[in-house]
């Protein structure tokens, strides 16, 4: 089946400690999207790609980095400059390009630092 | 910063009564869709409206758009327990591809 598939699910780390969560999606998508969601709140776009190669910052880059060699796959890195990484991640993606429709989300990954 | 911004931020009713939604945004728009949450998951897609549209039908769902108002509402026509989950819109600005989130409504359904 089509989809996007986030790991882990959850994932606990020390002060200080790099962790990298993993988006990898079977869509034939061009773009991919990273946010964040605190609890009770709404998303907060971290990083988007809208081809191979190529990505964008959105409202809170600072702390995390991405990369996007591959087509299929976009993981984020929350360094430890990121200050307070405790927070629900969403992986999206769609076709890209202007007029582009829906959005398709992964489950998410629970990161807690600790 | 968030594009959009839902009100209210929490809805209680009872099963069978209307559920209305409401989100306005700052920027000029391609489009505004809507999504829902439940508790812990990933969001799934409900409906896209353009900004050249101003209504929009799906099933039990109806989204309006007004763009001189930058605003747009979900209204939910005879609810059940099942739409228990949280509401958010979404808008990607002209000439990008730039997905930005409100805050989201939660809305509880009584059975």
């Known amino acids: 089946d089509g989809g996007i598939t986030q790991s882990p699910k959850y994932l606990f780390r020390k002060e200080g400690q790099n962790v990298t969560l993993s988006c990898e999606q079977n869509?034939?998508?061009?773009?991919m999207y990273w946010y964040r969601q605190d609890p009770g709140q709404g998303l907060r776009l971290i990083y988007y790609?809208?081809?191979?190669?190529?990505?964008q910052k959105g409202d809170i880059a600072e702390g995390y980095s991405v990369s996007r060699e591959k087509k299929e796959s976009f993981p984020l890195t929350v360094t430890s400059a990121q200050k307070n990484p405790t927070a629900f991640y969403l992986c999206?993606?769609?076709?890209?390009?202007?007029?582009?429709?829906?959005?398709?989300f992964g489950e998410g990954s629970r990161l807690t630092v600790l | 910063s968030q594009q959009g911004e839902e009100d209210p931020q929490a809805l209680s009713i009872q099963e069978g009564e209307n559920a209305t939604m409401n989100c306005s945004y700052k920027?000029?728009?391609?489009?505004l869709q809507w999504y829902r949450q439940n508790s812990g998951r990933g969001l799934v897609h409900l409906i896209l409206?353009?900004?050249?549209?101003r209504e929009k039908h799906s099933g039990r769902l109806r989204v309006t758009l007004d763009t001189s108002k930058k605003s747009s509402s979900l209204l939910i026509t005879a609810s059940r327990a099942a739409d228990t989950a949280s509401y958010f819109c979404?808008?990607?600005?002209?000439?990008?591809?730039?997905?930005?989130f409100g805050a989201g409504t939660r809305l509880t359904v009584k059975p």
């Open positions: 409206i353009r900004s050249n549209e």
């Open positions: 979404a808008t990607d600005t002209l000439n990008n591809n730039d997905m930005r």
């Open positions: 999206a993606s769609n076709r890209g390009a202007i007029n582009t429709g829906e959005l398709f």
């Open positions: 790609s809208q081809i191979v190669n190529d990505f």
């Open positions: 869509l034939n998508h061009d773009a």
């Open positions: 920027t000029s728009i391609n489009n």
